[in-house]
T-cell receptor
Framework: GAGVSQSPSNKVTEKGKDVELRCDPI?????LYWYRQSLGQGLEFLIY????????KSGLPSDRFSAERTGGSVSTLTIQRTQQEDSAVYLC?????????????FGEGSRLTVL | GENVEQHPSTLSVQEGDSAVIKCTYS??????FPWYKQELGKRPQLIID?????GEKKDQRIAVTLNKTAKHFSLHITETQPEDSAVYFC?????????????FGKGTTLSVSS
């Protein structure tokens, strides 16, 4: 596609359920990032992939969060046993190389609401 | 603690005035400092960036300055227009456990009234 694609755009779930958020980066972009944006807050770094490997997972808020990337393309962010504080917009971004080489292109985000 | 601090959190100006947003960072090894603009309901988009070997960069009405010694950088918007109204985020490359990550400030909501 022409841009970073995320799905679902909106997800409402009940506390305790698992959710999966998907990110399809721009074709050819080797770096992929996940950020979380809560209401009135900044962009909280979660995890970063270079190819299929994630050199830094320390941004993940708890062990309920995990992410993977396969084939150097699509990434999935999984939240297990969701809690109300997980409610936020989850933004994915990709860049041609690492971010130090230039622009991050963001997706529209997946808005997660945990009831 | 926070790696990137951004001030002010809100800024209101009259059309035609200048706006300045300031950020500080903690990692002396940081070498990349982008600014993103996020309009209401839209995704963040890069508006300007600066690297550590440059002290200032300008693009039309937008400029960014960097003071590596003091570890702060600023966004300057001149002749503001209503369409400049948005949330602006600064970011810096911050060293972490393994490699570096692009860490964002909490954002500045800029309102330009006509």
């Amino acid at each position: 596609g022409a841009g970073v694609s995320q799905s679902p755009s909106n997800k409402v779930t009940e506390k305790g359920k698992d959710v999966e958020l998907r990110c399809d980066p721009i074709s050819g972009h080797t770096a992929l990032y996940w950020y979380r944006q809560s209401l009135g807050q900044g962009l909280e770094f979660l995890i970063y992939f270079q190819g299929n490997s994630a050199p830094d997972k320390s941004g993940l808020p708890s062990d309920r969060f995990s992410a993977e990337r396969t084939g150097g393309s699509v990434s999935t962010l999984t939240i297990q046993r969701t809690q109300q504080e997980d409610s936020a917009v989850y933004l994915c971004a990709s860049s041609l190389l690492g971010f130090n080489t230039g622009e991050l292109f963001f997706g529209e985000g997946s808005r997660l609401t945990v009831l | 603690g926070e790696n990137v601090e951004q001030h002010p959190s809100t800024l209101s100006v009259q059309e035609g005035d200048s706006a300045v947003i300031k950020c500080t960072y903690s990692d002396s090894a940081s070498n990349y400092f982008p600014w993103y603009k996020q309009e209401l309901g839209k995704r963040p988009q890069l508006i300007i960036d600066i690297r550590s070997n440059v002290g200032e960069k300008k693009d039309q009405r937008i400029a960014v300055t960097l003071n590596k010694t003091a570890k702060h950088f600023s966004l300057h918007i001149t002749e503001t227009q209503p369409e400049d109204s948005a949330v602006y985020f600064c970011a810096a490359s911050i060293g972490r456990q393994a490699g570096t990550a692009l860490i964002f400030g909490k954002g500045t909501t800029l309102s330009v009234s006509s």
